[in-house]
């Protein structure tokens, strides 16, 4: 079992920055592919970006391409999401999501954080 817990969300202007963090606990974090998803209002949520276990593998959503970037703090056992030049649509509420290599759909999710992008 893995328990994820994410932070970091908050109110910022647009063109603004945030890094979410997402804490592991149970296991290490390292041995899952780790993936970001948000749910905007009023849409259904979508998937934002992912990294491989081994690190090496990333994917990002069109939408926050060049803006975004996911990293990991193996040694914190925690995965970080830099948001920076954010736009208004970028608000949703953002969840954290573990799975081992090859297992989809994800097995493991935070409980989110809201960010809040105004214009």
């Known amino acids: 079992q893995v328990q994820l817990v994410e932070s970091g969300g908050g109110l910022v202007q647009a063109g603004g920055s945030l890094r979410l963090s997402c804490a592991a606990s149970g296991r290490t974090v390292s041995d899952y592919d780790m993936g970001w998803f948000r749910h905007p209002p009023g849409k259904e949520r979508e998937f934002v970006v992912s990294i491989t276990s081994s690190g090496v593998r990333t994917s990002y959503a069109d939408s926050v391409k060049g803006r975004f970037t996911i990293s990991r703090g193996n040694a914190k056992n925690t995965v970080y999401l830099q948001m920076n030049s954010l736009k208004p649509e970028d608000t949703a509420v953002y969840y954290c999501?573990?799975?081992?290599?090859?297992?989809?759909?994800?097995?493991?999710w935070g409980q989110g954080t809201q960010v809040t992008v105004s214009s």
């Open positions: 999501a573990a799975s081992r290599a090859f297992v989809r759909p994800y097995e493991y």
